[in-house]
């Protein structure tokens, strides 16, 4: 049990500066003085309430004329739809059931409001037997044959 000497301390490793101490002036300092690397960089306004500030992005922004907006069904589409829905002899919410969406979605269809949706479309093309895309607007949907 010599090897045991209760008096000596040996420190393994020791702990560097906490966040808060390495980012002080007089951390940076002395990280300077030693000849170390220190990098430093300025948040823009970090810590204050700043996110309704007008910069130069939001006022390029607010300069810019294009008018960006989503492509919406075009009314002929919507027509369509109502007249292939009431020649079925259903409403809107018998075919909202049938192609599994709210009834508000084909009231935005036959309105013309709604942003087009491929997989919603198929769905009403198939439903009503029409051609609802492309061309053909209107037309009879033709049953393809399935493939063996």
Do not use: C, F
Not at 7 to 15: E, H, I, P, Q, S
């Amino acid at each position: 049990m010599a090897e045991s000497d209760w008096d000596t301390v040996t420190v393994l490793r020791k702990k560097g500066p906490t966040a808060a101490q390495a980012k002080s002036k007089q951390a940076i300092a002395a990280a300077q003085r030693r000849g170390e690397d220190v990098e430093t960089s300025k948040k823009w306004s970090a810590g204050q309430n700043k996110q309704h500030l007008v910069t130069k992005n939001t006022a390029k922004l607010d300069r810019e004329t294009e008018e960006l907006h989503h492509e919406r069904v075009p009314l002929e589409v919507g027509k369509v739809i109502m007249k292939g829905r009431q020649d079925k002899g259903m409403t809107q919410k018998d075919l909202a059931t049938k192609v599994n969406e709210k009834p508000q979605i084909i009231g935005d269809y036959e309105s013309g409001k709604a942003i087009p949706n491929n997989q919603i479309l198929g769905k009403i093309e198939r439903v009503l037997g029409l051609k609802l895309r492309g061309r053909e607007i209107g037309q009879p949907l033709e049953a393809k044959p399935k493939k063996k």
